[in-house]
């Protein structure tokens, strides 16, 4: 017999068969059921919620397919398999809501038969697990942001696992999207701090913990937008405040830039995310016109918004004061500005015309500081003072009242007669200087020096001077004088004291020696050998009454009449040369020379004690009517002011003098001044010439240059600049003397009013803008060498070159390094300029005068004897050779041999060979080698 197993539950039929086959049998239906389970034990018998969990469950009826597993709510049973008929597996599901504590459950096996074996508290869900954390997605954002981040990792359980991201990051909401997920819904404050931060998940006791990503999440700065400005202009000097529309604005973070560092930033102010102030100061200093305006937030993160325009404008100023509120004419006077809206290097101040503004100083944005001067041609009275700033923006103050006060005149200087001067003639005229603003003075003449009982007390002078006639002889006399104008009367100038001699001579005698050179052949006398000469009084005689032999043989004498051409007359004996007052003659004597008169009438004083000299038009050869030395100026301010010099003839050459000697001729110049006659001043008897102060020059500069020979010196020249200068010919722009044949003489050509070149001894300029020059010509045929001098260069301004250029040798020299020039003149008129200007327009000029290139030029004179000049240009430094042949071909002389600089030279053959034995007359030939083997032929003729 057989043992049956039955593996289904249900009801089985069995059929019996014998071996062979040959006998069957069946039986009745048998019915097979389910065992009840049985429970022996469990494996673990615990879990965590939130966990899966593999158990195996020991006793017995366990069948697969049959068998199975209830836990209840919040575990489910995965799966599960039946090992054997004792032993049986499954994996659970504890849900993280799973309620903690021991559990009941079921095993069950179906039907047929079967049943359900309960199972109590033989589980149990223990306390939450630790979560863990892998990564957070996003891992960066910035302040201001609401955003949700993904936390992936372990052990999320809702309403338990919890995520943090530190402080200032706000938890709005967490999702657990499942065990190894969440969700969190954050909002980033503005005043989060920057960088990386830790992100913690937390799950809550029982049991539960945390874990930390480190540096998990980063915080950053969000990049600003700016949309708007309000306001969008400011002016300068001002402090206001600028509001900022846009987006992400962070406070403490978020800045402003208005690209001029002429704009202070007070303080910012982030007064949401969307607006922040900022308080500005424009400072004086801020460019005015639109600027471009950005907003930024630095890194981490951050970034730099579009730029929108903010305009910066000058404020219109006012003015509220002005102290002093006057100032006195002539004078240099500081006054303070107080206002509004000053601003440094932009406020101006106008206060009319004749008063300078020295220097303004914006103290502060409330006061200026001026210095002024007021000039003594400014308008007395009231003026307006106004403050103006310029566009853009910008406007002019309403004006405020100023003053000019006439200030009282200072006491005047005694001019004449001398302090203390004695022998003086009983008529007599003192003058005194013109204090600036005096319009009137009074004059005290006394006895005494107290001035208690004047004999002359004359308040109504309307003139520097005061004629005094019956004044008694021998007898000192005191006098003073004041200046008043309409602010008032000055002090009294300084005493002064004369004493009286005898009554002004109706007659005069003299005597006097000219010592000049002894010669049997007056082919032999020069130029330079004439004097000019002059006698004092009126005599009414020819001057060849007082002379000693022959006009023509043992003397000769010439007048100038004065007119453009023929102008030198010879001695006639006619009335031209009677020695009227006041004239002069040019004079040569055949050795020593005596003149002398004892008998001369004096030339009558006019009411004022002048005499008065005749004048034609043109140069006048004048001379002193007195016996007494007259000072020039004197002599310019007492017929109008004039400008033209008084010119001397000295040592061969002409120059400048402010003495008037008797017994001298002197050159005048009357074009300019078209006088009928020139008054003199009689100053007394022979005593020392009261002094006058000469004219100073008007600004700019002057360099005086002599023209200096063997035989002669002449000071004659002088050019520069003068702030009262003029184009063309004016007042500081005088002639030059006409001197006798055979003196080297130099003269500025300048065109005249009429369209006529004349001679110049003076060409000022009113100044230099880029390069200016002075032409002059230097005449003289002496072939000997001439020194060109020249005085004053230090006074030319730093920042202009001066060079002398001569054109003729066209050579220059630079008159900083080496102020004169000598040189052999080989034509009788050679041209010159001196050039001052920038370095480069200087050296433009100075390369023009150069030769472009080798020549030789024709001799001159040709056909020629004894002698010939032969020019030779050279473009720059090279050996060069002169050479002189006759027509066979032979050399004859050579004139140079060696290196030359560039320029051009004249070289003179004197028609003799090299031994210094006279060639025979016939044609020659000049032959010219340079450097490069370059030659050049020229003919010459000697004729005997």
């Known amino acids: 017999m057989r043992t049956m197993e039955f593996r289904d539950a249900g009801s089985w039929t069995i059929t019996a068969t014998r071996i062979g086959g040959l006998e069957t049998g069946t039986s009745n239906a048998i019915q097979v059921n389910n065992p009840v389970p ?28 049959v068998s199975s597993l209830s836990f209840g709510n919040n575990i489910s049973t995965q799966k599960q398999s039946v090992i054997s008929f004792a032993t049986m597996t499954a994996t659970l599901a504890i849900d993280t809501n799973a309620v903690e504590g021991a559990r009941t459950f079921l095993i069950t096996n179906t039907g ?11 589980f149990s869900i223990g306390s939450n697990p630790k979560p863990g954390i892998v990564s957070i997605a996003p891992a960066t954002s910035s302040r201001l942001l609401t955003l949700d981040v993904v936390v992936h990792g372990t052990n999320f359980i809702a309403g338990i696992t919890s995520v943090s991201l530190g402080p200032d990051v706000l938890l709005n909401s967490t999702t657990i999207d499942s065990t190894t997920g969440l969700t969190a819904n954050i909002t980033i404050s503005p005043s989060a701090a920057t960088g990386p931060r830790n992100v913690v998940v ?39 405040d600028v509001v900022f529309t846009g987006t992400k604005f962070v406070s403490g973070a978020t800045g402003v830039d208005f690209a001029d560092t002429a704009i202070t930033q007070n303080s910012v102010a982030v007064n949401s995310s969307t607006q922040l102030t900022a308080n500005i100061t424009i400072t004086g200093g801020a460019a005015t016109g639109v600027h471009n305006v950005t907003v930024t937030n630095p890194a981490p993160g951050g970034g730099t918004s579009s730029a929108k325009t903010f305009t910066i404008s000058n404020p219109a100023p006012t003015l509220a004061s002005v102290t002093p509120a006057s100032a006195l004419r002539g004078g240099d006077t500081t006054i303070v500005l107080r206002g509004t809206n000053f601003v440094s290097g932009v406020t101006t101040l106008n206060i009319g015309a004749g008063i300078t503004v020295l220097t303004t100083h914006v103290d502060s944005v409330n006061q200026i500081t001026a210095a002024i001067a007021v000039l003594p041609t400014a308008a007395t009275g009231l003026r307006t003072v106004t403050v103006a700033n310029p566009a853009p923006g910008g406007g002019t103050s309403a004006p405020l009242a100023f003053t000019i006060v006439l200030p009282v005149p200072a006491a005047p200087v005694a001019l004449s007669p001398m302090n203390g001067a004695s022998r003086l003639y009983t008529r007599q005229s003192p003058r005194w200087s013109w204090p600036a603003y005096a319009s009137s003075f009074r004059f005290q003449l006394s006895l005494a020096v107290s001035f208690a009982s004047p004999v002359l007390d004359d308040s109504t002078l ?23 104008n309409i602010g008032g009367t000055g002090p009294y100038s300084a005493v002064s004291s004369f004493r009286t001699g005898p009554q002004y001579p109706a007659t005069l005698k003299f005597a006097m020696v000219e010592t000049f050179p002894v010669h049997a052949n007056p082919n032999e006398f020069k130029g330079t050998d004439y004097k000019l000469f002059g006698l004092p009084g ?25 007119a453009a051409v023929n102008y030198f007359m010879e001695y006639d004996g006619l009335s031209n040369f009677v020695m009227n007052a006041g004239r002069a003659f040019w004079l040569l004597n055949n050795g020593l020379c005596t003149i002398a008169d004892s008998l001369v009438l004096t030339q009558p004083l006019d009411s004022i004690g002048n005499a008065r000299i005749e004048l034609h038009a043109g140069w006048n050869l004048i001379t002193n009517p007195f016996q007494s030395i007259v000072s020039w100026s004197m002599v310019q301010a007492l017929n109008g002011n004039f400008t033209a010099p008084l010119w001397q003839f000295v040592d061969g050459g002409f120059s400048p003098t402010d003495t008037l000697a008797p017994y001298t001729g002197y050159y005048f110049d009357n074009t300019a001044s078209a006088l009928d006659s020139l008054s003199i001043p009689f100053a007394g008897l ?21 023209v200096l020979s063997s035989i002669s ?22 002639r030059k003397p006409r001197a006798l044949v055979g003196i080297p003489a130099a003269s500025f050509e300048k065109m005249e009013a009429d369209g006529s070149t004349g001679s110049f001894a003076a060409d000022i300029r009113p100044g230099v803008k880029e390069v200016e020059k002075w032409p002059f ?51 009788d008129n050679a041209r010159f300029f001196v050039v001052v200007g920038t370095p480069a327009a200087v050296k433009k000029e100075l390369d023009a005068v150069v030769p472009k290139e080798f020549a030789l030029g024709a001799n001159f004179p040709n056909p020629f004897n004894p002698s010939t000049t032969i020019p030779v240009s050279v473009p720059t430094v090279a050996e060069v050779r002169l050479t002189v042949y006759n027509i066979l071909g032979q050399e004859i002389r050579t004139l140079q041999a060696g290196p030359l600089q560039a320029g051009r030279y004249w070289f003179v053959w004197d028609g003799r060979n090299e031994r210094g034995n006279p060639v025979a007359t016939g044609v020659y030939l000049s032959r010219l080698t340079t450097t490069g083997g370059k030659q050049f032929v020229g003919k010459m003729l000697l004729l005997k």
């Open 38 to 65: 049985a429970f022996g034990n469990i494996s673990p018998g615990s879990a965590k919620r939130g966990s899966a969990v593999d158990i195996q469950i020991n006793g017995s009826g366990f069948i697969a397919g």
């Open 112 to 122: 047929p038969g079967g049943g359900v074996t309960t199972v109590t508290n033989a």
């Open 202 to 240: 937390k799950n809550i006791s029982p049991g539960g913990g945390t874990d930390t990503l480190k540096n998990g999440f980063i915080v950053t700065n969000p990049a600003p937008t700016l949309t708007s400005i309000v306001p969008s202009v400011g002016n300068r000097s001002q402090t206001l």
């Open 462 to 484: 309307t003139d520097s001077a005061r004629v005094i006639a019956g004044l008694l002889p021998d007898t000192i006399y005191y006098w003073r004088v004041d200046a008043k």
């Open 538 to 562: 009126w005599s009414a005689r020819v001057l060849g009454s007082y002379l000693t032999g022959t006009a023509r043989k043992n003397w000769t004498a010439y007048w100038d009449n004065g």
């Open 686 to 706: 022979p005593d020392p010439p009261y002094a006058v102060a000469k004219k100073a020059d008007a600004g700019g500069w002057q360099v005086g240059i002599a």
């Open 713 to 734: 010196e002449e000071h004659a020249l002088k050019f520069g600049t003068a702030a009262t200068a003029a184009e063309g010919v004016d007042a500081l722009d005088y």
């Open 777 to 827: 010509t230097v005449k003289w045929n002496g072939r000997r060498p001439l020194e060109l001098a020249f005085d004053g260069v230090a006074g030319i301004p730093e920042q202009w070159d001066a060079y002398l250029v001569d054109e003729t040798a066209a050579r220059s020299v630079n008159l900083r390094s080496s102020p004169s020039y000598t040189y052999t003149q080989a034509i």
